[in-house]
């Protein structure tokens, strides 16, 4: 596509509830990050892929957040438990082979509420 | 964790007038961007600037870059209202390459 895909554009769940938010990248982009933005704040960075393997997890906040890239282009992060605290708007980006000097495309995210 | 640390927090100036937003941060760099935000929605690249560069020009941009003081700065000339958003800059450490860590950011406001 022409550009980073993210969808649900947003979505409201309930304390407790799984969900699942997905990331469509511009294609032929190997490496793809997911963030994560709270109001007046910038982007938490939370997991990045090269290809289908998760290169850096660091900052997921804890085990109930995981993410998955099985054929290296779509990727869904998914939160399991959900809590008031994980409300916030999920950013997805995507960036060319040879990350260190070039820039990231990012989607217009998906605003999540947990009620 | 944040590395970059933009000031001010908010910015308001009149139109046409020149916008600077500066950006520090904390452990050696590969590069440094600037990205941009309306609405608190998709980011938009601006620039990127390489470690071994001391100033960038993009049409009405300006970004200089000090290694020595691991700091950066983002002059936007001739403000129009359109520039209104947040502005943030985002480094990638020779350490953990693989991640662009963000600042807080700037709110950037242009009156008319």
């Known amino acids: 596509g022409a550009g980073v895909s993210q969808t649900p554009s947003n979505k409201v769940t309930e304390k407790g509830k799984y969900v699942e938010l997905r990331c469509d990248p511009i294609?032929?982009?190997?490496?793809l990050y997911w963030y994560r933005q709270s109001l007046g704040q910038g982007p938490e960075f939370l997991i990045y892929?090269?290809?289908?393997?998760?290169?850096?997890d660091s900052g997921l906040p804890n085990d109930r957040f995981f993410a998955v890239r099985p054929e290296g282009s779509v990727s869904t992060l998914k939160i399991q438990r959900t809590e008031r605290g994980d409300s916030a708007v999920y950013l997805c980006?995507?960036?060319?082979?040879?990350?260190?000097?070039?820039?990231?495309?990012f989607g217009q995210g998906t605003r999540l509420t947990v009620v | 964790s944040q590395q970059g640390e933009e000031d001010p927090q908010a910015l308001s100036i009149q139109e046409g007038e020149n916008a600077t937003m500066n950006c520090s941060y904390k452990?050696?760099?590969?590069?440094l961007q600037w990205y941009r935000q309306n609405s608190g929605r998709g980011l938009v690249h601006l620039i990127l600037?390489?470690?071994?560069?001391r100033e960038k020009h993009s049409g009405r941009l300006r970004v200089t870059l000090d290694t020595s003081k691991k700091s950066s700065s983002l002059l936007i000339t001739a403000s129009r209202a359109a520039d209104t958003a947040s502005y943030f800059c985002?480094?990638?450490?020779?350490?953990?390459?693989?991640?662009?860590?963000f600042g807080q950011g700037t709110r950037l406001t242009i009156n008319p």
């Open positions: 980006a995507s960036s060319s082979p040879g990350v260190v000097n070039t820039e990231a495309f």
């Open positions: 294609s032929g982009h190997t490496a």
């Open positions: 892929f090269q290809g289908t393997g998760a290169a850096d």
């Open positions: 452990t050696s760099i590969n590069n």
């Open positions: 600037i390489r470690s071994n560069e």
């Open positions: 985002a480094t990638r450490s020779i350490q953990g390459a693989q991640k662009l860590v």
